[in-house]
């Protein structure tokens, strides 16, 4: 026992521990890990999924009611209520009991396994698709690329000198010219070595009513080993309901539906939170995609998809990540992405991702 507390206490058990907290404080990230296809948490030791993500799948419609918080699902004539803190589900009426209750996760409601494998699943069938062939086009109308730093900002600098500005400059170019051939407009917050202020480049996205918003990083970090590629989409913070609240008094809502504009302030917040907590499931699923096809695509370690409160995500108001492509930091990766080459193979990964995003939208509209 006395040897056992000796361990416990000592010094190697509790300065990883101490640095693991810290860390996660620090840098507010959560690595998500997917199951089916799926972002899956785990609280209290039970898998959760994200409810809006299963219901888009199945195109199964979600109402949310902020006030009661009660959710009800609907489709082909079948009905299914449920309640965050709730155990107890209803399922067409039948009230049925579940192990763990829904729940909220990162600002998003999140349902336990059990509910997607023993109710959801059976319930709202697969929706049977015939993937015709060919039919790999890119469905979406318009992607904003965003080039980190520019101009008097040249982000990191790697040990021989290559400047991050330029290495996100030219693989955004790139990501734009595959997107193009595949139909889809592109627009760029900056073409040249300009600086331009973040709050500008989330205003380029929001005005141009972009389905996408894609920033491109590089990294750097004091550990010269560590490398790899990873992608970010914006985390929720407490600051959410506030900020669904300002963006409905305060912005012109550009809204195509015109009903819009006679609502309440306080109804304009509980949609535009909607489309906060759907745009956010949005993006951590093209993260998820993005990473599979770098993975796939490139000899390159994955260090995964994580939140974080980047100012420049936070501003958007439709699905977008933040991809840091490699760390200029370490001898490595500095020579890989000064190659024409290896820049091309990001955008190709990236394109790759951005298609399989868009198919996974498109198999919930063909139904
Ligand atoms: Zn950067």
Same mark, same amino acid.
């Given at each position: 026992m006395k040897n056992f507390k000796k361990i416990f206490f000592s010094r190697l058990f509790i300065l990883p521990v101490i640095f693991y907290l810290l860390s996660t404080i620090l840098s507010g990230c959560v690595t998500v890990p997917v199951q089916d296809g799926l972002p899956v948490y785990y609280i209290g030791g039970a898998a959760y999924y994200p409810l809006v993500s299963l219901c888009q799948r199945r195109n199964v419609e979600l109402k949310y009611d902020?006030?009661?918080r009660i959710v009800v699902l609907n489709a082909d004539s079948k009905q299914v209520t449920l309640r965050p803190g709730d155990a107890l589900v209803l399922v067409d009426q039948r009230p049925m009991r579940l192990n763990y209750p829904v729940d909220i996760y990162q600002g998003t409601v999140v349902v336990p396994r059990q509910f997607k494998e023993q109710i959801f699943d059976l319930l709202f069938k697969q929706p049977v698709f015939t993937r015709k062939?060919?039919?790999?086009?890119?469905?979406?109308s318009k992607v904003v690329i965003d080039p980190g730093h520019g101009g008097n900002d040249p982000g990191a600098i790697g040990?021989?000198?290559?400047r991050e500005k330029d290495v996100n400059l030219d693989i955004a170019k790139r990501l734009s010219n595959l997107l193009k051939q595949e139909g889809v407009q592109t627009v760029l917050t900056?073409?040249?070595d300009k600086f331009i202020p973040l709050p500008v480049r989330a205003n380029i996205a929001n005005h141009g009513q972009a389905d996408l918003f894609i920033s491109i990083h590089s990294n750097a970090s004091r550990t010269r080993s560590l490398n790899g590629f990873e992608i970010y989409y914006v985390a929720p913070s407490v600051s959410d309901a506030k900020r669904a609240y300002f963006a409905a008094r305060n912005e012109a809502l550009n809204?195509?539906?015109?009903? #819009?504009? &006679?609502?309440?302030s306080d109804l304009k917040a509980i949609i535009w939170d909607m489309i906060y907590t759907n745009s956010r499931a949005e993006s951590i699923e093209l993260s998820q995609a993005i990473c599979k096809a770098i993975d796939d695509d490139l000899d390159v370690k994955i260090l995964g998809v994580k939140s974080a409160r980047f100012q420049v995500l936070k501003g958007i108001k439709m699905p977008g990540v933040l991809i840091?492509?490699? #760390?200029? &930091?370490?001898a490595g990766e500095e020579r890989l992405l000064r190659s024409n080459a290896y820049r091309q193979r990001i955008a190709e990964g990236v394109l790759e991702g951005i298609r399989d995003y868009s198919q996974n939208l498109a198999l919930v509209e063909a139904r």
């Amino acid at each position: 026992m006395k040897n056992f507390k000796k361990i416990f206490f000592s010094r190697l058990f509790i300065l990883p521990v101490i640095f693991y907290l810290l860390s996660t404080i620090l840098s507010g990230c959560v690595t998500v890990p997917v199951q089916d296809g799926l972002p899956v948490y785990y609280i209290g030791g039970a898998a959760y999924y994200p409810l809006v993500s299963l219901c888009q799948r199945r195109n199964v419609e979600l109402k949310y009611d902020a006030v009661t918080r009660i959710v009800v699902l609907n489709a082909d004539s079948k009905q299914v209520t449920l309640r965050p803190g709730d155990a107890l589900v209803l399922v067409d009426q039948r009230p049925m009991r579940l192990n763990y209750p829904v729940d909220i996760y990162q600002g998003t409601v999140v349902v336990p396994r059990q509910f997607k494998e023993q109710i959801f699943d059976l319930l709202f069938k697969q929706p049977v698709f015939t993937r015709k062939y060919g039919v790999s086009k890119i469905r979406l109308s318009k992607v904003v690329i965003d080039p980190g730093h520019g101009g008097n900002d040249p982000g990191a600098i790697g040990r021989t000198g290559l400047r991050e500005k330029d290495v996100n400059l030219d693989i955004a170019k790139r990501l734009s010219n595959l997107l193009k051939q595949e139909g889809v407009q592109t627009v760029l917050t900056r073409s040249t070595d300009k600086f331009i202020p973040l709050p500008v480049r989330a205003n380029i996205a929001n005005h141009g009513q972009a389905d996408l918003f894609i920033s491109i990083h590089s990294n750097a970090s004091r550990t010269r080993s560590l490398n790899g590629f990873e992608i970010y989409y914006v985390a929720p913070s407490v600051s959410d309901a506030k900020r669904a609240y300002f963006a409905a008094r305060n912005e012109a809502l550009n809204l195509r539906n015109a009903q #819009f504009a &006679s609502f309440s302030s306080d109804l304009k917040a509980i949609i535009w939170d909607m489309i906060y907590t759907n745009s956010r499931a949005e993006s951590i699923e093209l993260s998820q995609a993005i990473c599979k096809a770098i993975d796939d695509d490139l000899d390159v370690k994955i260090l995964g998809v994580k939140s974080a409160r980047f100012q420049v995500l936070k501003g958007i108001k439709m699905p977008g990540v933040l991809i840091e492509t490699g #760390f200029l &930091s370490n001898a490595g990766e500095e020579r890989l992405l000064r190659s024409n080459a290896y820049r091309q193979r990001i955008a190709e990964g990236v394109l790759e991702g951005i298609r399989d995003y868009s198919q996974n939208l498109a198999l919930v509209e063909a139904r």
